[in-house]
């Protein structure tokens, strides 16, 4: 009985707190509002936001996709890949473009699928929630992060070169002049808009087919999807946009091995590049966090870090469509817009940005 019975008042702590996040999002009675998921979601969050959607007098329904087909199943519960639960169902897309409101708590994620995009064309907002109770909470966005995040993105648009170095070797650049920026705080409470609950930071898809240098990932960065610290140093050699080396020990030999699984060469491909910009996000919380109940937004919004990801863009506005996507959340770089230094190793540096 121990086991049901901590289950039952989790998911009643868990209702007000989704609450709160509905109120956010402003969240009405006359409103449809889908909560998504898969055999693989945590279903006390599926239960609790359904219960949370109900209690707003909104049409509230459950939509449970089919699990992935066997050569994704590996890493459906890793995110950051190009899920095909949507695409494998006939009919799930046509129900998540007429709603006014998808919770995306599937394990995977929608992000990084064409479905994806084309639901929010046809209006609907989505939200992604999928982290633990204790980063939900301690991350609750604020309009203060709002604010604060929409600054970024005002900096981040008004750059033409996106320019990272560390004392390890780090010394890239691409190009983003006149590409998308991406502002996310938390919720998303306008037609059409897409956030991730939680998280606070900017970030632009860079101009693909352009951008030189290395990016050296020390001990201690972080690679997602398998949600851990690299172990020992790997240089990546970008050229034309695409990392045409990933060089050092175990752990690049792994990152080479992810994108060769998937046997698409979009998957070398710089795909997005930002700043952190959450005060909250631990750095330490991947030591402490099962990486099956974390998508890592502690990690990659971090304040002051460096985000960057190879592979899919086109939820970013660009036109890799492959499977493969992988994130490095990086602690001991500098961030530079054109040449102002705007982040360093942890820190925010100039106090308009704060």
Not at 194 to 203: E, K
Not at 237 to 247: L, M, S
Not at 325 to 344: I, N, P, S, T
Request: hydrophobic share 40%; net charge negative; glycine share 8%.
């Amino acid at each position: 009985m121990g086991v049901p019975t901590a289950t039952y008042f989790r998911t009643a702590q868990l209702v007000p707190l989704f609450q709160r996040m509905l109120e956010r999002c402003k969240l009405t009675e006359d409103e449809t509002i889908l909560v998504v998921s898969d055999p693989d979601s945590n279903q006390e969050y599926v239960a609790a936001m359904f219960a949370a959607a109900r209690s707003f007098g909104a049409d509230a329904m459950s939509l449970m996709l089919p699990p992935p087909p066997p050569e994704q199943a590996v890493f459906i519960r890793t995110g950051n890949i190009s899920s095909t639960i949507v695409a494998s169902s006939k009919k799930a897309l046509e129900f998540l473009k007429m709603a006014d409101f998808v919770i995306d708590m599937t394990s995977v994620g929608l992000l990084h699928t064409k479905e994806q995009v084309a639901v929010l064309e046809a209006g609907t907002r989505m939200l992604m929630v999928h982290d633990p109770v204790e980063a939900l909470e301690r991350m609750f966005p604020t309009d203060e992060d709002k604010e604060r995040i929409q600054r970024h993105g005002r900096r981040l648009r008004e750059a033409k070169r996106v320019r990272v170095q560390s004392d390890n070797g780090t010394e890239v650049w691409f190009d983003k002049a006149d590409r998308p920026v991406i502002e996310q705080w938390g919720w998303t409470d306008e037609p059409g808009r897409w956030d991730h609950w939680p998280g606070a930071f900017a970030y632009t898809a860079p101009t693909e087919g352009v951008g030189e240098g290395l990016i050296v990932l020390d001990p201690g960065d972080v690679w997602y999807p398998p949600k851990r610290y690299i172990a020992t140093p790997v240089t990546m050699t970008f050229e034309n946009g695409a990392a045409v080396k990933i060089e050092g020990g175990w752990d690049a030999r792994m990152i080479r091995e992810y994108i060769e699984g998937w046997q698409e060469p979009e998957g070398y491909m710089i795909s997005h590049i930002g700043f952190g910009g959450h005060r909250r996000g631990l750095w330490n919380a991947v030591l402490f966090q099962d990486p099956l109940d974390i998508i890592g937004q502690d990690g990659r919004t971090a304040w002051g870090t460096t985000l960057f990801a190879l592979g899919s863009n086109v939820t970013f506005g660009g036109t890799h469509a492959t499977g493969c996507h992988q994130d490095f959340a990086l602690k001991q770089q500098r961030f530079y817009l054109d040449d102002e230094l705007v982040a360093d190793s942890g820190r925010v540096i100039p106090d308009y940005l704060h």
